[in-house]
């Protein structure tokens, strides 16, 4: 949890505190995770879960790949290798597809990663979260987001058997 406040909280309060009390998930509790050490404690951070979206129309399952952070003296040099690590583990899960949501800030970082051809990027998708009640002064909501983006991984099948639709709906927490 502290690695979460940590990293997210220079992109504003709000998500650090997301991590307060020793919480180490935000929302939906991941099934694996893959950390990584060094001589520092946690240099990065990534979770899945597998879950049932929807795109388009077309129920979906999916491991959803979150709760993404590189310790920030290592920013620019993780996203890639942690997806490449996780890779013959999404294999295992037996999933059609990974996919998962980050800032637009991360493009670069992900496009690297995407040349390789181990991922795509969807762009014109946007995505419907339903927010956890992670404070009982917020109320239970859905949220449309429209500016992040999206990459999809291909696993068990090929990226053109990914379903036609531009909003995604991740059916909940």
Known sequence: SEFFRKTYEPTGAFNG???????????ARPELRAIGYDVHGIAAHMG???RYIKV????????????YGVRPDLEGLGIAHSISVMYPVLQQLGVPFA???VRQA???HVSRFCRKG?????????????LPDVYPDLPSTT???????????????SMSEWPAGTLIDRNGP
């Open 17 to 27: 505190k997301q991590f307060a009390g020793g919480r180490s998930w935000a929302g």
């Open 48 to 50: 899945v879960l597998r």
């Open 56 to 67: 388009g129309d077309v129920d979906l399952l999916v491991a959803e790949l979150g709760l």
């Open 99 to 101: 996919f998962g949501t």
């Open 106 to 108: 991360l493009r670069n």
């Open 118 to 130: 181990l991922a795509n990027i969807l762009t014109g998708v946007r995505v419907r979260s339903t």
């Open 143 to 157: 949220r449309v987001d429209d500016d992040v983006l999206l990459m999809v991984l291909p696993i068990g099948r």
